[in-house]
Nanobody
Framework: QVQLVESGGGLVQPGGSLRLSCAPS????????IGWFRQAPGKEREGVSC????????????DYVVSVRGRFTISRDDANNTVYLQMNSLKPEDTALYYC????????????????????WGQGTQVTVSS
């Protein structure tokens, strides 16, 4: 059974850092595209970052929503079968429930920030940025 498990959320002060992890399992191959999304209370789910994984990490394609560019970095660790979202210089407006999602390995390896592009979702990890 396909699963995506997020971890690494928590409470952090403004300007602080957190690293979120996404561990996929149950896939017969791939997944090749992972996205990070977030949803704050009363707001729609927002695409934060995505990674389209190629045979070598140097060829991976990544994308970020404008509000996090320069502060967040998405990466993968093949040895641990994990995708990370490193979040630096956190702001109160980054507070949300963060989800990772995977695009079906049968589809094109397109890095996308739209939720409709993803087929499998984790349960989410809470990130709270507050002093």
């Amino acid at each position: 059974q396909v699963q995506l498990v997020e971890s690494g959320g928590g409470l952090v002060q403004p300007g602080g850092s957190l690293r979120l992890s996404c561990a996929p399992s149950g896939f017969t191959r791939g997944p090749y595209v992972i996205g990070w999304f977030r949803q704050a209370p009363g707001k729609e789910r927002e695409g934060v970052s995505c990674i389209s994984m190629r045979p070598t990490t140097t060829d991976d394609v990544t994308d970020y929503v404008v509000s996090v560019r320069g502060r967040f970095t998405i990466s993968r660790d093949d040895a641990n079968n994990t995708v990370y979202l490193q979040m630096n210089s956190l702001k109160p407006e980054d507070t949300a429930l963060y989800y990772c999602a995977a695009r079906s390995p049968l589809l094109l390896r397109r890095c996308a920030l739209g939720a409709s592009e993803y087929d499998y979702w984790g349960q989410g990890t809470q990130v709270t940025v507050s002093s």
